[in-house]
């Protein structure tokens, strides 16, 4: 069973940064593939960075060249760093782990394992 618990969400303008976090209770290199999503209100949820065994990662078009997914192998932790932020970033974002080695991208039904959320407020 992985354990994943997500922080660093929060209230940012438009054009700042954030970094999220999402610490692992389990070994996650090479051994899960890992992502995060984000949902916004009355929307579905969807990807926005995924990192894949090797470390070969894949990011949403929208967040192309302003986020970078990272993983810490030391602390089992993932990151999300954000830069540039738009309002239509703000969503909850989720981090998740799948046993997969190759998830198809993007559908959240290929990762088993979730966390609670953290909150991101992008304000024009």
């Known amino acids: 069973q992985v354990q994943l618990a997500e922080s660093g969400g929060g209230s940012v303008q438009a054009g700042g940064s954030l970094r999220l976090s999402c610490a692992a209770s389990v070994y996650i290199h090479n051994i899960y593939s890992v992502a995060w999503f984000r949902q916004a209100p009355g929307k579905e949820r969807e990807g926005v960075a995924g990192l894949y065994f090797g470390g070969n990662t894949v990011y949403g078009d929208s967040v192309k060249g302003r986020f970078t997914i990272s993983l810490d192998n030391a602390k089992n932790t993932l990151y999300l760093q954000m830069n540039s932020l738009k309002p239509e970033d703000a969503a909850m974002y989720f981090c998740?782990?799948?046993?997969?080695?190759?998830?198809?991208?993007?559908?959240?039904?290929?990762?088993?394992?979730w966390g609670q959320g953290t909150q991101v407020t992008v304000s024009s």
């Open positions: 998740a782990a799948t046993p997969k080695r190759w998830p198809r991208w993007g559908l959240p039904g290929e990762y088993a394992y």
